[in-house]
């Protein structure tokens, strides 16, 4: 098995890592301590030369973001983490927040310093209460220490850090929606601009960043900029946390350097398919990037730019395989149910659209599917992409075209099968609340 | 019929409001701490919310019913929720689900007749690599099978624990023993 470097995992597994005294006596906040006698410019800069792209999905560069913040405002400068960690497939932050948040605390006081903020927030799923507490107790520590507070580490900077629970939205992952779910308001996401680094929480200036990103900072601040870049492939700098499951030997959190092939990684890492199985289809960064057939992944790499090239993307790294036992218009159906209930409502094409999808996936898989059903998700297909506020809208269509494009043979069999009077024998893969569903989104 | 709540809560209310650059970012703190004093947000709640953290009765109502971790009705003593999106339903979730219908003979959203159990199918809860897993109450219960689901489902009607989150404590309960709360690694 190939060796990965170790940046946001080395403490992971160590005893107690989630308590203060033990992560201290591990090395945590010695960068801290760094960071506050640099410029918090040149921070920025050794942000930006590392290299390192938001792991929450979209990939878009960290310290680059961090530039927008215009610093002349008056205004104060809101720091959020975005812990609302809700992408099926995807659990890696959960394990940060839970085991080493000293080391989460850490990469947000670093980027508080740089963005010279004295407010952040730890915005984390409702779900999560065990690893909230965890994150909770840890602050507490800190401001016991005064490593959190007024003049923190004896400087004369001032950092207060909150964790705000959300009570079970998908949607608050986005970062506009986010805010507003912060600002005590439904989460549905703003239009942009104004982006949020000129205005975000209550109309101040504010950088939202995930996790697993700015718990890459203290390593980049500690090492620079290019030693973060020398590991990994170009475009893809560092190590990334890829949250394995499904049908696969070993499910779990990898940290993998960037650029790793994806074959090695199912077979090495994930200990290969289920005995008796053979591999079917691999959704590579969690459920809205398109769906890879077994045949695409050979040669593929996990990283942005080859990942981007195979027709997906790497996303957030939510890796989910399915195994030749996979009824694929069942899946497609399983995460159709999931976007047309996570929809905030706000945009009519994504609530409305959303549903009917939902509905005629679920009659193809019933075995009543009729001739046009495929052409007619298409077309509401592109009525969605490209007309809705935010991505939601966009990426809800990657699975449900790839998977059309993708399986077509499957999806015309079950459908012809309807007109020659095939019965279809169905399995279903869950239990969809038609029923009742006690809470909604909208 | 007048609302009341412990001085305990208002106080914590109070302690939250201040962490934030505006109390009415408190708002959903303010749900969860009245759902954990009456099982469930009333119609009083929501005009005491709104007076506390200075927002409209009809905005605090939106957050009641978008947020879908906040009740309009009371549930079972212990809610189980159910993961089912895709790693879940690809490793067995729906047999556990069949275990919840046999079991308590009742649909999603009711609640047994003695107002010990509700549950409802949910969306991702983060727990796919150690999938079919449930939630009940605030506590995960990872890696189950439909034996290991029932024994734990037996364990709770008999042992009564606390499996849930308090605002108002900021602490988890205790669990079952012997369940980690965790199983991420």
Same mark, same amino acid.
């Given at each position: 098995m190939a060796k990965h470097k170790q940046i946001l995992l080395k403490n992971i597994r160590e005893e107690g890592q989630h308590l203060l005294e033990k992560a201290e006596s591990r090395g945590a906040y010695k960068v801290i301590r760094k960071a506050l006698e640099m410029d918090p410019l040149k921070i920025i800069d050794e942000v930006k030369n590392s290299g390192l792209r938001g792991r929450g999905g979209a990939g878009f560069p960290t310290g680059l973001k961090w530039s927008f913040v215009p610093r002349d405002t008056g205004k104060p400068v809101y720091l959020i983490n975005n812990a609302d960690e809700s992408e099926?497939?995807?659990?890696?932050?959960?394990?940060?927040?839970?085991?080493?948040?000293?080391?989460?605390?850490e990469g947000m006081l670093c980027a508080a310093w740089a963005l010279q903020s004295e407010w952040s927030c730890i915005y984390i799923r409702g779900e999560y209460a065990y690893p909230y507490t965890r994150v909770q107790a840890a602050i507490d520590e800190?401001?016991?220490?005064?490593?959190?507070?007024?003049?923190?580490?004896?400087?004369?900077?001032?950092?207060h850090m909150v964790v705000h629970r959300g009570a079970g939205a998908y949607i608050c992952g986005e970062e506009t929606a986010l805010l507003n779910s912060l600002e005590g308001k439904k989460g549905q996401p703003r239009l942009k601009p104004p982006f949020p680094a000129v205005a975000g929480y209550y109309a101040c200036p504010t950088v939202i960043n995930n996790v697993e990103s700015l718990s890459n900072i203290p390593f980049i601040i500690e090492n620079g900029g290019e030693a973060y870049k020398s590991i990994g492939v170009e475009n893809s700098a560092g190590t990334k946390l890829v949250s394995a499951s499904g049908h696969i030997n070993k499910p779990g959190i990898y940290e993998i350097e960037m650029g790793y092939p994806l074959m090695d990684f199912i077979e090495d890492e994930?200990?290969?398919?289920?005995?008796?199985?053979?591999?079917?289809?691999?959704?590579?960064?969690?459920?809205?990037?398109?769906?890879?057939?077994?045949?695409?992944?050979?040669g593929v790499n996990l990283d942005y730019d080859s990942m981007k090239n195979a027709g997906s993307s790497l996303g957030c790294a939510g890796f989910m395989v399915m195994?030749?036992?996979?009824?694929?218009?069942?899946?497609?159906?399983?995460?159709s149910h999931f976007y047309s209930h996570e929809s905030c409502g706000q945009c009519t094409p994504c609530r409305e659209g959303g549903h009917w999808i939902e509905k005629i996936f679920r009659r193809i898989a019933e075995g009543n599917g009729m001739p046009g059903d495929l052409k007619l998700i298409e077309s509401l297909c592109n009525q969605i992409g490209g007309h809705t506020i935010c991505a939601f809208g966009d990426?809800?269509?990657?699975?449900?075209r790839s998977f059309i494009q993708k399986f077509e043979k499957e999806f015309k069999e079950r459908i012809s099968n309807v007109l020659k009077g095939v019965e279809h024998e169905r399995v279903p893969m869950d239990f969809q609340s038609e029923l009742v569903s006690i809470g909604s989104a909208h | 019929m007048g609302f009341s709540i412990s001085e305990k809560a208002r106080q914590r209310l109070e302690e939250l409001k201040k962490r934030y650059p505006k109390p009415q970012s408190a708002v959903m703190s303010a749900l969860y701490i009245v759902q954990e004093e009456h099982g469930h947000i009333s119609d009083e709640a929501i005009d005491w919310i709104?007076?506390?953290? $200075?927002?409209? *009765?009809?905005?605090?109502?939106?957050?009641?019913? %978008?947020?879908?971790?906040y009740r309009r009705k009371p549930l079972g003593k212990y809610h189980v929720q159910v993961c089912r999106t895709l790693s879940c339903a690809l490793c067995g979730a729906k047999k556990l689900m069949e275990k919840m219908q046999e079991r308590y003979g009742i649909a999603p959203g009711q609640v047994s007749e003695d107002g010990m159990f509700s549950y409802e199918y949910v969306e991702c809860l983060g727990s796919? $690599?150690?999938? *079919?897993?449930?939630?009940?109450?605030?506590?995960? %219960?990872?890696?189950l099978t439909p034996e290991k689901f029932e024994e734990l489902l037996v364990r709770i009607e008999k042992e009564q624990p606390d499996l849930s989150l308090s605002t108002i404590e900021g602490k988890l309960g205790e669990g079952l023993s012997g369940c980690p709360k965790s199983e991420v690694m």
């Open positions: 099926p497939g995807t659990f890696k932050d959960r394990l940060l927040l839970e085991n080493d948040p000293h080391l989460v605390i800190c401001y016991e220490k005064g490593y959190l507070g007024e003049n923190i580490f004896g400087t004369n900077f001032t950092h994930c200990g290969g398919v289920r005995d008796g199985h053979n591999l079917l289809a691999v959704i590579p960064g969690g459920s809205s990037v398109p769906v890879m057939r077994a045949e695409e992944c050979k195994d030749d036992s996979t009824d694929v218009v069942e899946a497609v159906l399983n995460l990426t809800m269509v990657l699975p449900y | 709104s007076g506390e953290v $200075g927002l409209k *009765p009809v905005h605090v109502l939106e957050l009641a019913t %978008f947020y879908t971790m796919c $690599g150690t999938a *079919p897993m449930c939630e009940i109450n605030d506590t995960y %219960f990872e890696n």
